[in-house]
């Protein structure tokens, strides 16, 4: 039974699996024509001024293989073209990078004119602070709400109003080389941790890295206990019923997903100094083929199809764990999304840019066959333009979610999730009683409760 945590979750996957089989039925050209004509209208209205203004764009697209950091780039050179008056400056920069450089910003409530945020419990305080500018009458402009899938701008509203405007909807999938398989003489993805962490010293005994991660940018390895953790539990809702009061993290399912993740690094699953390796680095240790597995979002399905391991890569959902869970299930991963600093000297051409910006977004992330996991509706069939079989296979994975869990750093308060980042941050380096990361966790909550 999918369980109240996951509900939400689950009506927003399911959204998007519509989205993705309703398109195959579009007419792309005639509404992506009609959208982009309808915004450029408005932005020359809303900038008819031949004042000279810079929005600064702050981003994480920093990668110039990926078919985002193109899509970024050519919108941004196509509004600068059409308005002589604008000028776009980028400021680009890894995930973690630009966490900490907003939150400094913040501070001195120096935020860009667009900047990047993630949702539910990370963008609260931001909204608390009244740093980020309602965007209602924005989404109202030119249709732009309706290219959104149903029930997605949830995550990026309080009280009534949408503080932001999402670039993908996600789930976290386990990306292989089919090629470094067979040379370790591996014929099946596994369906068991057991098989995973047998599938891990294997390709460790034949001297290829098992598991692509660049923990310098702690998220990614949260998000993969947080897939261990959804099985250990049985299923979706673990860090709901703690902050319910129903569990607390010294709950055996906890406890075990500890040690069950700790045995991934005992088994040198990782990258020798996986700490030092930033997030983008360490998927490159993949997408050069210098590794055998990256457990990631589908949002990577787009880079993975430019990179040089293109044509040999297959995805497989996450493994059950001692027996226990739904690979059906996932960790869902509402995207990162763009917001407008309340205090911005130029709102309304912020408002006008990135308006046009989130019109055009998906027809150009498509065309760059990026178009799997974005949180807006795509207007077009992937086999018919040629998408590659990873992404048509990933695409498929969607049809079978039954619902999931957010990330821990999207549900907790940020203090919680800070100490449960630098926990397992901390799990790649020394082996720790896990019923003492379990008290630090429920300590750390104690402590921060809102």
Not at 208 to 222: N, R, V
Not at 274 to 281: E, F, K, P, R
Request: hydrophobic fraction near 40%; charge should be negative; glycine fraction near 8%.
């Amino acid at each position: 039974m999918v369980r109240r945590a996951a509900l939400k979750p689950l009506a927003v996957i399911l959204a998007a699996v519509m989205a993705l089989s309703l398109a195959a039925c579009g007419n792309s050209g005639k509404s992506d024509t009609a959208a982009t004509e309808k915004n450029n209208g408005a932005a020359v209205q809303g900038s008819s001024s031949d004042k000279k203004i810079t929005i600064t764009f702050q981003n994480i697209y920093p990668d110039p293989t990926t078919p985002s950091h193109k899509t970024l780039n050519e919108l941004v050179k196509q509004y600068e073209a059409d308005h002589p008056n604008i000028h776009i400056e980028l400021d680009t920069l890894n995930t973690d990078q630009q966490k900490v450089k907003l939150k400094t910003q913040a501070a001195s409530k120096e935020v860009p004119d667009i900047t990047i945020v993630n949702p539910a419990a990370q963008m609260k305080p931001f909204v608390d602070a009244k740093l980020f500018a309602p965007l209602n009458d924005m989404l109202d402009q030119n249709g732009l709400k309706d290219t959104y899938q149903s029930g997605l701008l949830d995550y990026y509203s309080f009280d009534g109003n949408v503080y932001s405007l999402p670039d993908g909807n996600n789930i976290e999938v386990v990306y292989y080389n089919k090629e470094l398989f067979e040379q370790a003489g591996i014929a099946n993805t596994p369906t068991t941790y057991e098989e995973f962490l047998n599938t891990v010293k294997t390709l460790k005994a034949k001297g290829i890295t098992p598991l692509a991660i660049g923990e310098k940018d702690s998220w990614t390895g949260s998000f993969l206990f947080m897939n261990i953790l959804l099985r250990t539990n049985g299923g979706p809702g673990f860090l709901q019923d703690v902050m319910d009061g129903k569990k607390t993290f010294e709950d055996p399912a906890f406890i075990e997903a500890v040690d069950s993740f700790q045995e991934l690094v005992q088994a040198g699953a990782f990258p020798d100094g996986a700490t030092s390796i930033d997030a983008n680095a360490g998927g490159n240790i993949f997408k050069s083929g210098k590794a055998a597995m990256w457990v990631i979002g589908s949002w990577e399905t787009g880079a993975i199809d430019a990179s040089s391991v293109a044509g040999k890569v297959g995805a497989f959902q996450f493994p059950t764990v001692n027996g226990k869970g739904d690979p059906d299930e996932f960790m869902l991963a509402p995207g990162s999304a763009f917001a407008i600093s309340a205090n911005s000297e130029h709102l309304q051409e912020t408002k006008d840019f990135l308006n046009y910006f989130a019109l055009n977004f998906p027809k150009k992330q498509f065309e760059f066959k990026n178009a799997v996991g974005l949180g807006q509706k795509v207007d077009g069939d992937l086999k018919a333009a040629g998408y590659s079989d990873l992404a048509i296979e990933v695409a498929e994975l969607f049809n079978n979610v039954k619902g999931g869990d957010l990330a821990f750093d999207n549900t907790m308060n940020p203090a919680t999730a800070q100490v449960h980042l630098s926990s397992i941050q901390n799990l790649f380096v020394q082996k720790v009683d896990s019923a003492q990361v379990a008290k630090e966790h429920q300590a750390a909550f104690e402590a921060n409760k809102e």
